[in-house]
């Protein structure tokens, strides 16, 4: 009765780090057979979730692009260099946020050290 909640516990440890493929074998009593199916179920939405934000954040990046260009325009024209230059700098980054290019993406994105985690962690 362990070995098939010990693989949905594994399951969904590689599932937490990003494993899309991980899945659990279904079978046994229906107490552990429907939390299986769920899992399966929940894994092979997920590319689809994922799918439709990277539209989102592409048609979000679209839509930015010309005000932020327009504010960009605008600080260019500041005298003071160091006001414009912090400006520019910022309007940058805005600008490479939608493609996921900006600091903070890329912070979140690194891979995190495999390691044991609970639910109060999360």
């Known amino acids: 009765m362990t070995r098939p909640i010990r693989a949905l516990a594994d399951a969904a440890e590689r599932a937490g780090y990003g494993d899309r493929r991980a899945t659990v074998r279904v ?6 057979r429907r939390p299986a199916e769920a899992f399966n179920a929940m894994q092979s939405c997920i590319p689809r979730f994922d799918a439709e ?3 989102t954040v592409a048609a979000v990046g679209h839509d930015l692009r010309t005000p932020i260009m327009s504010l960009r325009i605008r600080a260019e024209m500041i005298d003071d260099p160091a006001e414009r230059d912090a400006m520019v700098a910022t309007l ?3 600008a ?3 493609t996921g290019s ?3 993406a890329a912070a979140r994105h690194r891979t995190r050290r495999p390691g044991r985690s609970t639910l109060a962690q999360c």
């Open 102 to 104: 900006s600091p903070t």
């Open 27 to 32: 079978g046994g009593p229906g107490e552990v």
């Open 53 to 55: 934000r990277a539209r």
């Open 92 to 94: 940058g980054d805005c």
């Open 96 to 98: 490479r946020w939608p």
